[in-house]
T-cell receptor, first 113, second 111 residues
Framework: AQSVTQPDIHITVSEGASLELRCNYS??????LFWYVQSPGQGLQLLLK??????LVQGIKGFEAEFKRSQSSFNLRKPSVHWSDAAEYFC???????????FGAGTTVTVRA | DADVTQTPRNRITKTGKRIMLECSQT?????MYWYRQDPGLGLRLIYY???????NKGEISDGYSVSRQAQAKFSLSLESAIPNQTALYFC??????????FGPGTRLTVL
């Protein structure tokens, strides 16, 4: 069965500092991997996705993520955080031949001035 | 206009009442999903539909039912609401590249 673990429940970062959110997945084959962001009171918005090819993927809002098969990880990064990045972030995994995503529990990011 | 809309956005109801949450989409996608979100648990899949005639249970379907009235409409019902169904509910559609598009959510409180 597929599953996702986001080890960090809450991260606080200073504006302008770098951010890294961890995601570990469990899946038997090559997964489809996603990062979504949920701003307060909003639905989920896709930041980026990985299906195959280059293991470093670029997304919207200056985010990137790196797929590491050996570590079963898909960590999200941003070099310089803005106050508007305060939100909850979800990692998700789905098999390539089906369409049911499994989500992690989420990481809440607080940005301090 | 939003591609995926949900109504109502907020609802407070009492234990035992029947509740329907509605979802409409203009993306033309065949696949639609209902999730619930609880703090610390992320999103869990309730039901999903591949098309109007194909509806499937997700991981937490007990206490819920769905109806796919048309390609664009997918409703979630709680036949007899209970307090532990208090949650944030999301509808989503799936595009051709496995990306899911989410509605804004419905916050349901069962007293």
């Amino acid at each position: 069965a597929q599953s996702v673990t986001q080890p960090d429940i809450h991260i606080t970062v200073s504006e302008g500092a770098s951010l890294e959110l961890r995601c570990n997945y469990s899946y038997g084959a090559t997964p489809y991997l996603f990062w979504y962001v949920q701003s307060p009171g909003q639905g989920l918005q896709l930041l980026l996705k990985y299906f195959s090819g280059d293991t470093l993927v670029q997304g919207i809002k200056g985010f990137e993520a790196e797929f590491k098969r050996s570590q079963s990880s898909f960590n999200l990064r941003k070099p310089s955080v803005h106050w508007s990045d305060a939100a909850e972030y979800f990692c998700a995994v789905g098999p390539s031949n089906d369409y049911k995503l499994s989500f992690g529990a989420g990481t809440t990011v607080t940005v301090r001035a | 206009d939003a591609d995926v809309t949900q109504t109502p956005r907020n609802r407070i109801t009492k234990t035992g009442k029947r509740i329907m949450l509605e979802c409409s989409q203009t993306k033309g996608h065949d696949r639609m999903y209902w999730y619930r979100q609880d703090p610390g648990l992320g999103l869990r899949l309730i039901y999903y539909s591949f098309d109007v005639k194909d509806i499937n249970k997700g991981e937490i379907s007990d206490g819920y039912s769905v109806s796919r009235q048309a390609q664009a409409k997918f409703s979630l019902s709680l036949e007899s609401a209970i307090p532990n169904q208090t949650a944030l509910y999301f509808c989503a559609t799936k595009g051709s590249n496995n990306e899911q598009f989410f509605g804004p959510g419905t916050r349901l409180t069962v007293l």
